[in-house]
C-alpha cells in the first residue's frame, strides 16, 4: 500500500523529520497470522511474532473495569471486553528502534478515503 493514500504520511514524515539523530524505522506492516500474532514488514524481509514487538494494548482484546452513574444517582460497576484485536490482512503502522531492533505495534492502518 502506498504510504501516501493511508492518510499517515505527514505522521510519518514528522517522525522521520524529528528523529535524524537516531533514526527510528516507520514500516507498514501486514498481520498474517493471529493466534499467536505475526507480522510481515512489507519494506523488509522480517516476520515479527508477539515476541518480537510491543503491541499497543488498543490493538488486542482487553477487559476495562468502571463506574457509571445513572441518571438519578445510581452507580454501578461494570466490566466491558473491548474487542479491537487485530484480523489477518490488516495492516498495522511499525516503528522499530535501529540502535535496539525493538519493533513497536502503534496503530492499525484504514483507508485513506
Known amino acids: 500500500m502506498n504510504e501516501r493514500n493511508t492518510g499517515v504520511h505527514n505522521l510519518i514524515s514528522a517522525i522521520r523529520s ?4 537516531r533514526p527510528l524505522g516507520i514500516h507498514i506492516a501486514s498481520v498474517v497470522d493471529v493466534a499467536p500474532i505475526k507480522l510481515v514488514a512489507n519494506d523488509m524481509d522480517v516476520e515479527l511474532d508477539g515476541s518480537d514487538a510491543i503491541i499497543n494494548p488498543d490493538l488486542l482484546e482487553r477487559v476495562e ?8 444517582g445510581t452507580t454501578q460497576n461494570m466490566t466491558m471486553t473491548l474487542d479491537s484485536r487485530l484480523n489477518i490482512g490488516d495492516e498495522v503502522l511499525v516503528i522499530s528502534n535501529t540502535d ?5 505495534v502503534v496503530a492499525k492502518m484504514t483507508g485513506g478515503g
Request: hydrophobic share 30%.
Open 100 to 104: 535496539t531492533a525493538d519493533f513497536y
Open 18 to 21: 524529528a528523529t535524524k539523530e
Open 65 to 72: 473495569y468502571g463506574q457509571i452513574t445513572i441518571e438519578g
